[in-house]
């Protein structure tokens, strides 16, 4: 395609250059690499030379069919939708396949190899850590690797993917959105072996009860429907179980509140926490809504979870570990490298400081294993009320909670400067901008202890920290969420230069 443009009585000629694949076009690929993430490489010999496919959750020695998200001259990155043929390596699972699983079929040591793999990659490309393996101490398996969450969200929809006939039918579905999608659910007829065993065998009975009512199931193009989803919470210590049912308004009146408690109560019993209603006429396809009504149904609005022998009341909205038996591994790595950066005694007056602490969970670990004060900070004020109540429940003095800005907290409070010693920091998946953590390292603390839920971002950081006199001395995976492509990152780093 040639494209011409005059400028002062020159005439220059520019040559467009057509994309290979058009987007939304479906493609048949061969997997035979994959980079951190879960993206699956296909290598394709062109015309125009090498060009590269990176297929979402697709892996080595799978044939995939995929469909093109974005194309460019070099490469394009495609949505996976069908697995064709499986790779070598995968065997069956006597679970329903879900989209949120896409390495169930894959042996758990085989994951763990990828996931060491891709993600050291990172802090050499990244971080420019040329002495990866001198730092890395390896990668700490979940206990469980089946039904190991304690969350899940389930979706409703007036269209349905049937997987057998590969379309779209109208129907009334519950399940998970099919994958590349946004408006279509595959049913869960079963136990997709991450969480609840009853509760996802139940869901087919729900469904059956939910079509009954005659409200509709939400249709996402029309944004119309009464049902939206169906989220669960189940505390792992006591196995007991709070739902959340989130509607429209559209037919509300009509709908059976009590019939409903009454069918729950039957169907769960004694494991029936509570249940919610919440009204969400957002028309976003989003469990939490900007503007509506949550109201507790039944029982209580919360689970009670326990990590390292601590209790913890967790709302449906919450932020809490989904895999608690792995966080609690995690959080033990942390703990124990955030405590012997310090000395046997307790009466120096240095502090150990959480950051992002969110609802104090790390905060009061550390304060029950050290004996020394510990300052929990975060911006959330919310959470930092919950964080106060949960430390009077389980009887912890030795710690102080601010909702307050990192940048401003010498500042407002300026009796800790020159008593952090060492700093956990644990920011939210996309990570921690440049700019913050220029705050966080004015701090002056001579260890920072950092759990990131995403490496990339954490190799990331790496450039900024060694600028300013930090150094990466340890580094260990931990596998919160077996059959994906996530992994948890603990990173030590040391300050061995004075700036």
């Known amino acids: 395609m040639l494209a011409i443009y005059r400028a002062f009585g020159s005439t220059f000629v520019f040559v467009r250059k057509e994309r290979l694949f058009r987007k939304n076009e479906v493609l048949t690929l061969d997997i035979e690499d994959i980079a951190h993430g879960g993206k699956g490489i296909a290598r394709l010999e062109t015309e125009r030379g090498p060009f590269v496919v990176f297929v979402q959750n697709a892996l080595p020695g799978q044939q995939v069919r995929a469909r093109v998200s974005k194309c460019k001259s070099k490469y394009a990155e495609c949505k996976l939708e069908d697995v064709i043929q499986r790779a070598p390596e995968e065997v069956s699972i006597p679970y329903q396949e879900i989209p949120g699983a896409p390495y169930a079929h894959l042996p758990i040591e085989i994951q763990h190899t990828l996931k060491e793999k891709t993600s050291l990659d990172l802090y050499q490309r990244i971080g420019g850590v040329e002495n990866i393996q001198g730092c ?4 700490i398996a979940s206990p469980s690797h089946w039904h190991y969450r304690n969350k899940m969200e389930y979706s409703f929809s007036a269209i349905i993917h049937d997987p057998v006939a590969n379309e779209k039918v109208d129907g009334f579905g519950l399940g998970f959105k099919r994958r590349g999608t946004w408006w279509a659910v595959e049913n869960l007829n079963g136990d997709s072996g991450l969480f609840d065993a009853e509760v996802e065998n139940a869901i087919k009975s729900l469904r059956l009860w939910f079509e009954q009512t005659g409200l509709p199931a939400w249709h996402p193009p029309r944004r119309e429907g009464f049902y939206r989803f169906l989220v669960v919470r189940k505390s792992m210590a006591s196995q007991r179980l709070l739902f959340n049912l989130v509607t429209s308004s559209e037919g509300l009146a009509s709908f059976p509140t009590a019939a409903f408690v009454d069918a729950m109560t039957e169907r769960f019993g004694d494991r029936l926490q509570g249940i919610l209603h919440t009204i969400n006429d957002d028309k976003g396809e989003r469990v939490e809504a900007r503007a509506g009504d949550s109201t507790c149904i039944f029982g209580e609005p919360f689970v009670t979870e326990r990590l390292h022998g601590l209790d913890f009341d967790v709302e449906m909205a919450s932020f809490f570990q989904t895999n608690p038996a792995s966080a609690e591994r995690l959080y033990e790595e942390a703990l ?7 000395d046997g005694d307790s009466d120096d007056g240095k502090l150990i400081m959480d950051l992002f602490c969110g609802t104090g969970t790390i905060a009061q670990l550390l304060a ?30 030795n710690v102080e909670f601010f909702a307050a800005d990192v940048g401003k907290f010498l500042l407002e409070y300026p009796e800790y400067k020159g008593k952090i010693q060492t700093i956990v920091l644990d920011p939210p998946r996309a990570g921690i901008s440049p700019k913050t953590l220029r705050k966080v390292i004015r701090l002056g603390a001579q260890r920072i202890v950092y759990v990131s839920c995403n490496p990339a971002t954490q190799a990331r950081d790496i450039l900024t920290l060694n600028e300013f006199g930090y150094q990466l001395k340890k580094l260990k995976f931990v596998d919160q969420f077996p059959h994906t492509a ?4 603990i990173g030590v780093f040391e300050k061995t230069v004075q700036l």
């Open 136 to 139: 890395y101490q390896g990668l």
């Open 336 to 342: 124990k490298e955030a405590i012997e950066s310090l």
């Open 368 to 397: 029950r294993a050290s004996g020394r004060r510990i300052i929990g900070v975060d911006i959330v004020e919310q959470a930092i009320i919950d964080a106060k109540k949960s430390a009077a429940k389980n009887g912890i003095s």
């Open 486 to 489: 996530h992994v948890e990152a």
